[in-house]
């Protein structure tokens, strides 16, 4: 069984940050350990406060955890500030396994996530993983162009993010209007697409989370990046799919990482 390690925010809801990257793990077959980058006050209608862990502190978690443990695979997601941002940036830079960031910078609710001046310790920090999933407002942010308006868009900014950062870009298709929802991958090899039906729910609290988490499970459990997308995609439409038979919340609801088990 592959060991999954997420860097992220806590969301108490638990529709997103750790507790979703978590499920999402443990529903995809990989054991989860996680170290905490910030504690929000969060509901599924919105961030009422941030409390960052000190970067210090986060290295110490990573250091204590790594000498122990052996991780097949890396999530990162909420970061916060850019030291923080920096202190995961000095150890990813001597990891030996796959690493996906989410560059997590607004919630689904609209709250920023992130300080102004931890968007180029970010840009930083892609340069040093493998993939990096952002939406289309996150791909603008890091590209600083606008985000991209339909699937051309896409395509032209996830290529021009792989070149421009290194890594792996899959650029996601949520906020881009359409009976499908399309996401672009842009590697060494060129670009891939993944397309699944837009799925009609408010409850979509944690979907970012949630894709880059089962990528960064079922990486080391499928022969590629290919074949992890295409399956974490699935696995998050359906999550989509059966949001609806949860009842979290007056806001937008979680997805359902357990829909193949109970619900």
């Known amino acids: 069984m592959p060991v999954v390690l997420t860097v992220a925010g806590s969301d108490p809801s638990g529709g997103a940050g750790v507790q979703a990257d978590l499920k999402t793990f443990s529903a995809l077959g990989a054991y989860g350990c996680a170290v905490l980058t910030s504690l929000t006050a969060q509901s599924t209608r919105g961030v009422t406060g941030i409390h960052p862990v000190p970067a210090g502190f986060v290295t110490d978690q990573l250091a204590t955890l790594l000498e122990d443990v052996r991780v097949d695979a890396v999530k990162i997601g909420m970061l916060g500030t850019a030291s923080v941002a920096d202190a995961v940036a000095d150890v990813v830079r001597r990891l030996d396994c796959p690493v996906v960031l989410d560059p997590v910078m607004v919630s689904t609710a609209g709250s920023r996530l992130l300080d102004a001046d931890a968007v180029e310790a970010v840009r930083r920090l892609v340069a040093m993983v493998d993939l990096v999933t952002p939406n289309g407002p996150e791909a603008g942010v890091l590209a600083g162009a606008e985000p991209p308006r339909d699937l051309a868009g896409q395509r032209a900014m996830a290529a021009a993010l ?13 906020h881009v209007d359409g009976a499908a929802s399309t996401d672009v991958l842009a590697g060494p090899g060129g670009a ?13 609290h944690g979907t970012g989370c949630t894709l880059s988490s089962a990528v960064a499970a079922l990486r ?44």
């Open 162 to 174: 792989h070149e421009r950062l290194g890594a792996r870009v899959l650029l996601k298709g949520g």
């Open 220 to 263: 080391p459990q499928r022969a590629g990046w290919t074949d992890a997308v295409a399956d974490a995609k699935a696995y998050l439409t359906a999550a989509l799919e059966h949001a609806d038979a949860l009842d979290v919340g007056a806001g937008p609801g979680p997805v359902h990482h357990f829909h193949a088990l109970w619900g």
């Open 192 to 204: 891939e697409e993944f397309t699944a039906p837009r799925v009609a729910t408010r409850n979509t």
